[in-house]
């Protein structure tokens, strides 16, 4: 049988925005949804972070939830695990109260694993493991000793893999934890990545400027999954919101702007040597109907330096959170840096939250 694998959805993100919403909405509309219908999939297994807010519920985003994902899947009689991850669990140290087991009660076709649990599919048994804490890990642990099952799929904090295509995560789990297993799949970082047995198979959408994307290995989407074969195959998401534009005194009549309606750009100059031929170029884009629009003027690293470091250059390509997060790792001093750029990364994405 065929089953569907997809992750951090993140439903209420951004405060509950609508520009996001409808984004997610294009993708489950044109990509999920048919593709389930085709395939014929009646499993999905989702690995974690469905709701992006761990200590409440926007009114208007479990609304939007239910209407556009999980009253569609209840009609189409397929069935959901859905693993309890760090943002779906209210305490840090315990997954005893969780958004899924709260909210979702009145779906019988959603099964939520707030605990380590094994399914057999089609003659394949998996393993579903949630956020581990210091409430469930020798729980977890003793469990993974003693599992025949061939696979996992979770939502784990593993040292060692891409957070995003600029910075690796330095703490979590040893991935030699779940070397037992054949192939083990895993939510909670965004980026695709694979190391031996391990993958991650990264979220369906962007949804901060480090989610951008810039070739192949930034694709988002959701997989699917073969118990006969234990093979995998991604679905790609082809709707992005995120846009980077290169501008070296372009043509704002080649521009099709239309492609960047309510998206959100980044105009990064690298030449301008005619003012109002620019500013033609910025007024077709909010002509356009950009949802937000930014213009970085200079990337001039050689007169200027970040921080004053000048042994660190901040490439062009990279976002914000990349930037702060390999200056801290390049950085010289004595403290755990993986602490540093956790506190980073929540800041940044709070006052993304602001806006």
């Known amino acids: ?159 060692g893999f891409s957070i995003n295509r600029f910075t690796v995560m330095e703490h979590g789990y040893c991935k030699s934890m779940f070397s037992k297993f054949d192939k083990v799949f895993s939510g909670h970082y965004h980026h695709r990545s694979s190391q031996d047995n391990i993958f991650y198979l990264g979220n369906p959408y962007e949804i901060y400027w480090n989610d951008v994307k810039y070739d192949d290995r930034d694709d988002r989407g959701f997989h699917i999954f073969d118990t006969k074969t234990l093979k995998h195959i991604p679905i790609n998401n082809p709707y992005r919101m995120f846009y980077n534009i290169y501008y070296e005194d372009s043509d704002h009549q080649l521009l099709k702007s239309s492609n960047y309606k309510n998206k959100i750009v980044k105009v990064i100059v690298r030449k301008k040597t005619d003012s109002k031929k620019f ?22 690293n050689t007169s200027e330096t970040w921080y004053n470091n000048k042994d660190f250059e901040a490439n062009e390509s990279e976002d914000t959170l990349s930037i702060l997060n390999r200056y801290i790792g390049e950085s010289e001093f004595q403290m755990d840096k993986s602490v540093v750029q956790k506190i980073m990364d929540l800041t940044y994405k709070e006052a993304c939250e602001m806006i």
């Open 279 to 300: 500013e033609k170029f910025i007024d077709k884009l909010y002509e356009s109907g950009v949802s937000d629009l930014k213009v970085v003027e200079s990337y001039d």
């Open 1 to 159: 049988m065929k089953i569907a694998i997809i992750t951090d959805q993140h439903f209420g993100c951004r405060k509950n925005s609508k520009l996001f919403h409808d984004y997610f909405l294009e993708f489950y509309n044109k990509v999920f949804f048919p593709t389930l219908e085709k395939e014929g999939i009646t499993t999905v297994v989702d690995m974690g972070d469905t709701f992006d807010n761990r200590t409440g519920i926007n009114f208007s985003a479990l609304d939007w939830a239910k209407k556009n994902y999980y009253d569609r899947l209840e009609k189409m009689g397929v069935n959901v695990y859905t693993i309890v991850g760090n943002h779906t669990a209210y305490y840090k140290n315990t997954n005893k109260v969780n958004a899924i087991e709260l909210l979702l009660k009145e779906y019988k076709n959603v099964h939520a694993v707030s605990e380590y649990k094994e399914f057999e599919f089609d003659d394949t048994s998996i393993a579903m493991i949630p956020w581990i804490n210091s409430d469930n890990y020798m729980t977890t642990k003793s469990n993974i000793d003693r599992s025949k099952s061939s696979i996992a799929m979770g939502h784990l904090e593993l040292q």
